[in-house]
């Protein structure tokens, strides 16, 4: 902690750490002192020059002329921001930057919340003086979501600042010099980084901005916003997504210091569009007939009575949702308790649910400290094991990427090559279902080459952090990455460790006490055992563990937003409302319990999933257990001190999970296969259910295929472009893809949602 | 692309440096030294690779600086000073006197390659303006009858070998 000094800000005295950064002091406590160039994530560069103040260091010392952002607090120092000749310096420093500037506001898409707009209001600058034409650019493609329009360009350098600097991208650069300077690519193009979308947020003016947003014109202040909580991953980032009428028009990242900060993902924001989709459902459905949704539930709640009537409560069962809210989840549950039944399987196949079961109750164990994304930002040594951390938790690479940029070592175990690869001290390229063999090795010490470099490394680092995958169902490599972060983990040195999940809300219900494995039920389904499923959210009828049972059950009631191959065979289809327009609460990676709200958008769907759940236990009678509906009772994980969890009570938004449990025993990793072993590819754009709708991330996303080593595919007389027939040994056969960057033994199997590109609908304002 | 041996000298004098970066300016020096003059976009994207930056990188410090050439220039550039001083100095003088001589317009080159005109803000030698620099050469209070001297002398020099 700093020490406390005082200083005068405009004849009044504050308190403030030595040291801090005046410009930052002023804006914290609501002074608007207008600023370019310094953004809290970068820092300050002293650039725009239009931070200045009269600063003195002491009341009886003449003071001068200095920028604000670039002066460190020191004790006694005077700071008049209202100083007559810095309020007329900073006016003439808007008027140099106006120079080129287009008066184009009314037209331009960044009007009403353009930092520019806002600064030039500010000095009260006015009246172009200037006689001289204006220096005018040629704008670039830059891809499907970025527009540039250079012309409005102030030269504040933001730009290059963020996108090379902070994301560390390549392909964004500053050219020129004086008056004359460009900002954008060498040439023509598709904006490389992840993270591309950022940029929107923070030029101050509309040189970049979102060209999703600019398709259909729409003021800021006429989006309708409520805050909410990103669902394309499991990071869990704070988000802005503006409606205009029915339809979601932009996502912007909402601050929250403690998780995303400023920025979000290209997924997280473009990803939202699905919302829109013609295939977003408005009607019940029930036998093929359209009705309204109090009469599909009335028919829905009748049907599945009789049927438990008919053949016990066993003959019902649910499919919970790991994108829907514990909310929803929990009223699923009600409902299948109002019918006597208890089963449920949230996950896609056993090995996914042992994985992230295990990872979860470890995260909430608090053992071990788990990093928040600020967190992961300040390691000193990074060790990623068993995914690919662009694709399955963008946002955490973002955090990794400022931990490099402060040289920690970092450290990737993984079957294939990810972006983050690149800057990586040691990479290591392995077989699926080797990994856990490693980290032991890591964990015992010695060995050689990497893993000697990885041990030595985690020895000496202050603040090591460990990061792993769970979309790969190895729960084995789960376990092997706890007992590793364990044996570093001592008193005065922490070891952070971090598990990511496949969905939003994975973390949530892997914390579910009841929750089976998804093979038991689809056999039960099979065998005719069980006669009715209650799929919450959740296109089952796509994941092939249940596929079969789906087709074969007798009644089907599919809870979604969208049409998809669950609904479209489903016995009776009950419309809700999509995530953004949707209401609960979802679990993080860090099992983090964040709130979301709903917007009360106008359209033919209007409840929420958990309404939904909760109409129909009302009919069935069952207000007692509605009544009695604690969340903690379906998601208590404190099972055994029978403690509430706090966190998960609506209201209670951004609270950590922690369970009095012990993790559950790891189990043995199984023995190395000898063969090739298939392996999942998640791509950052494509891969993830609902954003992959979007049309700007399926037109972002690879084709669909296979991958192989060059080793492995000459060894099958398998080569680049060919469609490599594979279905004998792995059900699988597509265009093959040969990459180096796969380790050898691997068959990679690109995950790619089949995306419903749809036109976007005209939509006069 | 340069051969082996310079490609290793100039590789192995960014290793000179914390951060390979800072022989960025070097490199791109001795290469357009060694491509005639200028830099074409296969220059940049060879300093690039060799310096270890990106090509966006190495583009922006190449178009940075007024003594990189992204276009070809002819074999002597004539760099006018246009600031305060020089401006208050008759600077304008010297320039359509230039224009005049050579034949061109300021951002030309002349026919026969000899002689390319560009503007520049400030050489730093305002005590002496008007200024301007013909090559690696300052020229100090130039008038029309100076400068005149100052070509007839260049232009009788034989043309330099080629690289």
Not at chain 2, 103 to 121: F, H, N, R, S, W
Request: hydrophobic share 40%; with cysteine; net charge negative.
């Amino acid at each position: 902690m700093a020490e406390k000094i005082k200083v005068t800000i405009d004849g009044t005295e504050h308190e403030v750490e030595a040291g801090e950064n005046i410009l930052q002091v002023c804006l914290d406590k609501g002074m608007l002192i207008p600023h370019f160039c310094y953004h809290e994530a970068m820092g300050p560069l002293g650039a725009c020059r239009l931070c200045a103040a009269n600063i003195a260091p002491a009341a009886d010392k003449p003071g001068r002329l200095e920028m604000t952002c670039m002066t460190r607090a020191s004790a006694g120092m005077v700071i008049n921001v209202n100083d007559e000749y810095a309020t007329k310096f900073r006016k003439s420093v808007i008027e140099d930057l106006m120079l080129n500037h287009p008066h184009d506001c009314p037209v331009c898409d960044e009007g009403g919340e353009c930092m520019l707009q806002d600064m030039t209001v500010i000095t009260e600058h006015q009246h172009r003086r200037t006689r001289f034409p204006k220096r005018t650019w040629k704008n670039q493609y830059l891809g499907p979501l970025v527009h540039h329009e250079m012309n409005r360009c102030i030269t504040c350098y933001r730009c290059v600042r963020y996108y090379g600097d902070y994301a560390l991208g390549s392909d964004l650069g500053a050219y020129g010099s004086r008056n004359r300077v460009y900002f954008g690519r060498l040439n023509d193009g598709v904006l490389e980084s992840e993270f591309s979308g950022n940029l929107i947020d923070v030029c101050p003016t509309g040189v970049f901005t979102n060209k999703r947003f600019r398709e259909v014109y729409t003021r800021p202040w006429d989006l309708q916003t409520a805050r909410s909580v990103c669902v394309s991953c499991s990071v869990g980032c704070n988000v802005l997504p503006g409606f205009r009428h029915t339809d979601l028009r932009r996502i912007k990242p909402a601050e929250n210091d403690a998780v995303n900060k400023y920025f979000m993902c290209d997924r997280g924001r473009y990803g939202g569009e699905f919302v829109n989709l013609p295939s977003r459902l408005s009607d019940a459905r029930v036998s093929g007939t359209s009705m309204m949704t109090e009469d599909g539930i009335d028919a829905v709640a009748a049907q599945l009575k009789d049927i438990a009537t008919k053949h016990g409560a066993g003959a019902i069962a649910g499919l919970g949702s790991q994108r829907a809210s514990l909310e929803a989840n929990a009223a699923l549950t009600a409902v299948l308790k109002a019918l006597g039944s208890d089963r449920v399987a949230c996950f896609g196949s056993q090995a996914d649910r042992e994985a992230a079961r295990l990872a979860a109750s470890i995260t909430a164990s608090r053992e071990l400290p788990t990093p928040s994304l600020p967190g992961l930002e300040k390691a000193d040594f990074v060790l990623s094991v068993g995914g690919d951390l662009t694709a399955e938790a963008p946002m955490l690479d973002l955090a990794i990427r400022q931990a490099v940029r402060q040289k920690a070592p970092l450290f990737i175990v993984s079957p294939r090559a990810g972006s983050l690869d690149k800057f990586a001290t040691a990479s290591l390229r392995t077989a699926p279902g080797t990994e856990a063999g490693i980290v032991k090795e890591i964990a015992a010490g010695g060995g050689k080459d990497f893993v000697a470099q990885v041990a030595t490394a985690l020895k000496s680092a202050k603040s090591p952090v460990i990061l792993c995958s769970t979309l790969h169902g190895d729960a084995a490599l789960v376990g092997a990455v706890y007992q590793l972060a364990k044996s570093a983990n001592t008193a005065d040195r922490p070891c952070g460790l971090a598990y990511y999940y496949k969905s939003a809300n994975t973390a949530g219900v892997a914390l579910a006490r009841k929750d089976e494995s998804p093979e038991a039920i689809a056999a039960d389904a099979k065998s005719g055992k069980i006669k009715a499923l209650v799929v919450l959210e959740r296109n089952a009828a796509a994941e092939p563990a249940l596929a079969e049972a789906i087709a074969q059950c007798e009644y089907v009631v599919a809870i979604d937003c969208y049409e998809n191959a669950t609904t479209n065979d489903a016995s009776a289809v009950l419309p809700c409302v999509a995530h953004y327009q949707s209401f609960g609460t979802i679990l993080n990676f860090e099992g983090r319990a964040q709130h979301f709200s709903g917007l009360n958008i106008p359209g033919s769907a209007t409840m929420a999933s958990s309404e939904v759940l909760l109409n129909i236990a009302e009919r069935l009678g069952a207000s007692e257990i509605i009544q009695g509906l604690d969340f903690h009772d379906v998601y208590d994980i404190t099972t055994e001190s029978g403690k509430a969890v706090d966190g998960i009570r609506t209201g209670d938004s951004g609270a950590l999970v922690k369970s009095d449990s012990k993790p559950t025993a790891p189990p043995s990793a199984k023995p190395a296969s000898t063969g090739m072993v298939a392996w999942h590819i998640h791509h950052t754009f494509g891969s993830e259910e609902l954003s992959a709708m979007s049309p700007p991330i399926a037109e972002l996303a690879p084709a669909a295929g296979l991958e192989l080593n060059p080793e492995d595919a000459k060894s099958r007389n398998l080569s680049d472009g060919q469609n490599a027939d594979l279905t004998k040994e792995f059900g699988v056969s597509g265009l093959l893809t040969v990459n180096a960057g796969l380790a050898k033994g691997t068959l990679g199997i690109r995950v790619i949602q089949t995306a419903v590109s749809a036109p976007r609908k005209e939509v006069t304002a | 692309m340069v051969p082996e041996h310079i490609r290793k000298e100039l590789s192995d004098h960014c290793a000179h440096y914390d951060s390979r970066r800072v022989g960025l300016i070097w490199v791109l020096q001795q290469l357009q030294e060694y491509y005639g003059g200028w830099l074409n976009d296969d220059a940049v994207r060879e300093a690039a690779d060799i310096v270890g930056v990106t090509e966006a990188d190495a583009e922006g410090v190449a178009t940075f600086y007024n003594w990189f050439f992204r276009e070809p220039v002819g074999e002597n550039v004539i760099v006018v000073c246009d600031s305060i001083s020089c401006h208050l100095c008759g600077c304008d003088k010297i320039t359509a006197h230039l224009e005049k001589r050579l034949g061109i317009k300021m951002g030309e080159t002349t026919a026969d390659k000899k002689y390319t005109l560009l503007p520049v803000v400030c050489l730093g030698n305002c005590d002496k303006s008007p200024c301007l620099m013909i090559g690696d050469e300052l020229y100090d209070n130039v008038t029309p009858e100076s400068l005149d001297k100052t070509l007839d002398e260049i232009s009788s020099k034989p043309k330099a070998a080629a690289k």
